[in-house]
């Protein structure tokens, strides 16, 4: 799950830099054996719905198209499973590779990125929170976004850990400034603590969680069958994205069990195949834990994504590799697919241990 306002214009005018002035060229020529992840969540049509406040988690499809399309012609995209087994058998990812991934499962992934996907013949992999498929569990960010965007409150007064806040509502702008104050928040929170603070959210709000067809367009999940298509198609995989889409590092042992195993179990009854690959909810540094690890390669998956940025190489960890976030446009999928990125972070490393070792 990325932030509320993701690609910062900074990233933007940096990628536009890295690209216009040749950089990222240089580095894709390199053809270092590494491979960079990247991960989208949902695609829309457009710029989107009023009843979302969060379109951060909603690329438009032309932009999706045109990604896949540069990416198609300049890179070889591979699928994950293919990069993991390359890594088990200890050789190295191919030579500047890119990966596709999927987060939560939502219905436009079948719908939107698919005939994109098609079209161009790229694999992916799509990390599903089965619970949300099956219908039983929302995720709990969405209830928060539906929360905001139906009140009919003018404003909402939250007791933060920091004091009381009064959030105004009256306008899009303000419910989606007040979305973007308790999403941070909440994330810090024991998962059932926040649970509960989603409900007591809800209550003062006044707003009820509604059916899942009466979601709006964007939120809806893919239906098991539509999941089964795709799998049958070749170009797809599926993988375990927990079961409600907590935070895992903020779950009890048990609780942790619980999402991973069932997870995983869902998984195998739908698809007829044990799943092999996982993603963490957020997937930041602190968003998982040690106990995590060790319960995945319990239940039997073999290798997860984080969403720490980085290229995957020979000496990446299998349950820990690297993730970008979706590039918003060609220039900032180069930048970030190419190693350019990267490449400076090194260049910019390297020219300060210089500058050190000829100081007196």
Request: charged share 20%; with cysteine; hydrophobic share 40%.
């Amino acid at each position: 799950m990325k932030t509320l306002y993701p690609s910062s214009t900074s990233q933007k005018l940096k990628s536009v830099a890295l690209v216009g002035s040749g950089v990222a060229g240089l580095t894709r020529i390199r053809e270092t054996h590494e491979a960079s992840i990247l991960s989208f969540h949902g695609i829309c049509e457009g710029m989107g719905t009023d009843r979302v406040l969060d379109w951060s988690l909603h690329l438009p499809q032309e932009i999706f198209r045109r990604v896949c399309a540069f990416l198609a012609s300049n890179y070889v995209v591979v699928s994950l499973q293919s990069v993991v087994d390359r890594l088990k058998a200890g050789e190295k990812p191919e030579p500047n590779s890119v990966v596709l991934t999927f987060d939560d499962g939502y219905a436009s992934n079948y719908h939107l990125a698919w005939p994109v996907l098609r079209e161009f013949n790229l694999p992916a992999t799509i990390f599903v929170a089965t619970g949300f498929l099956d219908g039983t569990e929302p995720m709990w960010f969405q209830r928060l976004d539906l929360a905001l965007s139906t009140s009919t409150k003018s404003f909402f007064e939250w007791k933060s850990p920091n004091g009381k806040v009064r959030l105004p509502l009256g306008t899009r702008e303000q419910r989606q400034m007040a979305l973007g104050k308790l999403l941070p928040e909440l994330k810090h929170m024991p998962d059932e603590d926040m649970l509960s603070e989603i409900g007591r959210i809800e209550r003062a709000l006044g707003t009820e969680l509604p059916a899942v067809s009466e979601l709006p367009e964007p939120m809806l999940p893919m239906t098991w069958d539509q999941v089964r298509e795709l799998a049958a198609t070749g170009l797809i995989d599926f993988g375990g994205h927990t079961h409600t889409h907590p935070i895992m590092a903020r779950c009890s042992h048990e609780a942790l069990r619980g999402e991973i195993f069932t997870c995983y179990e869902r998984l195998k009854q739908e698809l007829g195949r044990e799943p092999r690959l996982f993603a963490f909810p957020n997937g930041g540094q602190g968003d998982y834990c040690a106990g995590a690890l060790a319960v995945l390669k319990e239940a039997g998956f073999e290798a997860a994504c984080t969403m720490r940025n980085g290229r995957v190489d020979q000496s990446s960890s299998l349950m820990e590799l690297p993730r970008y976030g979706s590039p918003e446009s060609v220039w900032e999928a180069e930048a970030t697919v190419s190693g350019a990125f990267e490449a400076v972070k090194t260049w910019r490393k390297m020219a300060r241990n210089s500058l050190w070792s000829i100081l007196p």
